[in-house]
């Protein structure tokens, strides 16, 4: 018996689904949940194939109206066609939504991988598609279009409202959809001709560097280089993930990388059709990743994208509310006049014109790479997810938070001290998201913001922290300053590393274009150089700073920051209770029905009289009671809770030795390996390591545990950080727990790191082809090949270490085309793994001093040669002076290898251990005759770098052995004006000891003394003038001399210091043409204008810039001492060029304001204008 599909009539029909390739239509149509049949009739000149049908959905039935381009023809005006024909035959769409394929944009800011779903979301000035090849003629010439519509309000309502639904139930529905439809159509997932609407895997999912071309004709790229296929970490499932922003549209084909990257533009992908869709009808644009617009682009991914961005369509409409379409006005009657926009398609010629200038956007884009490889964002995220609704929001009500970020001095510092575990972090993260909303609307005020990770001590250097810093406030400029990208230019060509110097002079730059800066550091007491970056932060008068730590830096922070409030940061109950209510029956509740009210509030009485404002305690202590599967288990557990954070680190720990042998075992390892790890580890190093066992020769991919356990023998010890995919201990304390502990499960930390060095070089002899070939093992080739040898070394005393399996691997290996040394030689040679010819000259001998393994550099002695140079000149010497191999250095020294080898840029083991701060090395290289006056490449000597890196101990060698002590390096300093400028007093007596030039110059005219007056040293500045320092030098870059440097900077006691000495009072810098008595009035610093009038300063000195007098300058600022003490010795009244005086005064109050502020009476003001009359008699007429 057949049956007749439902019939509608035209104007029913309210969302136009537009699909422009035979599979995007064929996904849609998968999508129905009822098929319709054909319309009845079409407008004469609509040429589209329809089919029609319905998507159910909780908020009621959608009638969709499905359209395909013609066969052959894509592009905007085909689309922008088909959506015009479409509306003529079904005059009751609201909206339409373009669904289908797209070509990815991958960066730093979003891992788009194939098969994700980007959507059209309004971000900023774009409505969600940018035509990038499209612009209007105007009066002035052609411009680019700077947006297309935005979608409508229903579908942006149900956008958002899907977003909220994927957070709270972790993820999207569309495997779900996907599934119904393989079930309803086996064929597409099973397709006979090509791939099918199936996950294609991710060993399929490649991504290369944009200097990476495909083979001409190759039909995959398996031919392609894998040193320059990009390394992403495994994401946890196959699900697509969902991302919201900008889609660039046009009528060109995009498939060159860097063409991509030049267009790119903040957009998240590239199509072919939406932007002749956006002027025509409302809609919305939905793609499936298939490649990534570049010269690997391939038909294999098509499919399955095409039926992920139909799915999230399907899943979009389901959460539409049938009332919210039926209150869309129909797009017909809001379509936009094309002709209005006189929107031209680009001539090629145009386009490349275009790309020409888009490559300004490369260049910000490798001045950020160059400024840090920080990206604070992606912790903040996590602590954003992991932070309970309404708790740690009593700070922002706290009256010292709101006077910071309220009405405080700029330079004003909150300062927040808390003991382990009081919840410093969650604080940070809510004081950086109420800072980011006050100051959004605000261009004029910028926010940078860093978490501390003890993890991270490499790359949070305070380079890397202040180039994070810059990099986040750049990002918040319309554009780029030129200076900026000037400055990093002259750097780039040096191709060296962004240096402290340099961070600063980006940093006074970047703050200069905000009147306002906030700057929160969470955790300093985890970073390395605090007091480096303090010294680095304090004093600047637009930023004010947020800082939270333990208390014990307390002390540090009060010798910088002298303007600063601060906040003691404990648990407050509140939030212990919000906190324990939402463990109750959350996921760490193995047992959600094992609880009533009776002892919940047990729990929480409990809890909270134990907690002693620790925060951490308390989760530790309700996730230990939710691991009891009974109420009366629970009961028991709440009568042994740990009073503190050590003894519940030691009763969860003995848990995790309770645990059945095999659940112990991995537990053990992962905590082991998450500690002991050289950098964080992923998720699937960490599943590949637990697959391998001692005396494997080939990977099991059978050995990988179930994911899920990775957390569940931990007992909570170990979190997954969810936006790195790394597994971290649950927190500082717990890695200072075991810090203090002699053993780990019954193991020394040496024992385990033989173990880890053990699995890492088992699997580097696996054969060559199963770390190639197997995704899962290629994660863990990147660990295992860079940091096998630290293990070994931390290790090779053990009689058990596994240094058998380190010379097997070592002299076997091919040392060419190994994957795992490829790895290595990245690592090594850092800036220079691009070079093809990378590989040569590199022995075992290098390599064993890179790690700094003793055993193996014994047992090459014999046979090899120790003393070879790689391709950057270096010599085993040289990288163990470099690392700070002492062991090494002198068992190479006992060799009687060449001491002063150099390499291509000039340096010598000394001057390599000397820039990296070893000192002992250094020393020892002086000591067996290293040369003392070598130059390196930019002609600094050895003492050049003692001094730069602040190795006392070796200054005093090197002048002992005859170091040239006034040699001048190829920025024109000398190692006295670089430990003037960088405050180092006792070099700098030394130096002077020596006979240093006291009065050497650098190429901007700055002497020792300039530098030390303008650094603010007054223990440096007064052994410089004992030595007859030339006080009145002039620095050529800003025309000041120490004097005025002083005064600037507002550095007091210097300043009384060189007036003491004769120093010129009335000089004028070249800036602004100010005197020190400017200055003086300008700071309010009423003492030292005494000093400068009792010395003859000139009272009415005017600036160049404004005629202002130093009377005006102290009136503006409101230093009233400084106005009284110039009006009693003089000062005239006339102010300023423009004409201005006391009786004109329009402050606060007006004249009787300005008596009243300053305690003056008529009388007192009339004599001081006195001395004007002659000049300008209407003034004393004023006051008679």
Known sequence: MGFSLPQLDNSEYAVGWIAALPHERAAAKAMLDTVHAPPRHKHAKDHNSYTLGSINGPNGEHNVVIASLPAGRYGTTTAATAANQMLSSFPGIKFGLMVGIGGGIPSDDHDIRLGDVVVSQPTGTFGGVRQYDCGKVTVNGFEECGALNCPPDALLNAMGELQSNHEMMGGTSIPDILTSMYTAYPAMADSRRGPGYVYQGADHDRLFYSDCIHENGAKDCSRCDPEKMIQRPERPDQDPYIHYGTIASGNKVIKDAKMRDLLANNCLCFEMEAAGLMNQFPCLVIRGICDYSDSHKNDQWQKYASATAAAYAKELLQVIDASDIDNTPEA???????RKLNLLPLPQKTIKTMVKGLARNQEQKDLFRWLSPLSPSARHSENQKVRVEGTSVWILEDPRFLYWSGESPNSQALCCFGNPGAGKTIISSVVIDRIRELTAPDSTVGLAYLYGDYRDHKAQTTENILGSIVKQLLMLLPAIPQAHLELHEREARQETPLSLLSAQAFLDATCQQFHKVYICIDALDELNDQRTLLGCLQGRPSVRLFITGRPHIRQTIQSYLKQRQEIAIEAHEDDIRQFINYEIGGPNDIEPDAMDKRLRLEIQSKILASAQGIFLLPVLQVRAILQAATMRRREEALKTLPSNLSDAFFGTVARIEQQPIAHSAKAKMIIAWVYLAERPVSVNELLCSLAIDDGDRAFNPRGIPVRSTLLSCCHGLVVIDQETHTVRLVHYSFQEYLNQQSKIFGMSKGEWHSQIARTCLTFLNFPDEIAEDDNMEVTLLSYAATKWGHHLRKSEYLPDAPLKLAKEYLDTVQFINNAGLRLLYREMYTGHHKDPELHIAVTIAHISAFFGIQSIMVHLMVAHDIDSRDILGYTPLSWAAQLGHTHIVRLLLEQGVSLDSQSSKGMTPLLLALKSKHELIAELLIKHGAAVDVNDDDKSTPLSYAVEYECEEAVELLLAKGATVNTTNAFGETPLLIAAHAGLERIVQRLLESGAAVDSMDPYGRTPLLYAALSGFEKIVQLLLA?????????????????LWAMAEDYEAIARVLIDKGAAVDMVDATYGWTPLIWAAYHGRETIAQLLIEKGAAIDAVDIKYGRTPLLLALE????????????????????????????????????????????????????????????????????
């Not at 017909?332 to 094309?338: H, Q, T």
């Not at 030595?1027 to 004097?1043: E, F, I, M, Q």
């Open 1027 to 1043: 030595k007859d320092a030339a006080v009145d030098s002039l620095d050529n870059k800003y025309g000041r001399t120490p004097l």
């Open 332 to 338: 017909r009657s809001i379509v936009m006049d094309n």
């Open 1117 to 1184: 600022y409101r230093h009233e001492a400084v106005v009284k003490l110039l009006l009693k010795n003089g000062a005239a009244a006339s102010m300023d060029s423009g004409g201005d005086n006391l009786a004109t005064w329009e402050g606060d109050g007006g004249l009787d304001g300005l008596m009243g502020l300053l305690g003056l009476t008529m009388n007192d003001l009339g004599h001081c204008l006195k001395k004007e009359a002659s000049r300008r008699p209407t003034y004393l007429e004023y006051f008679t």
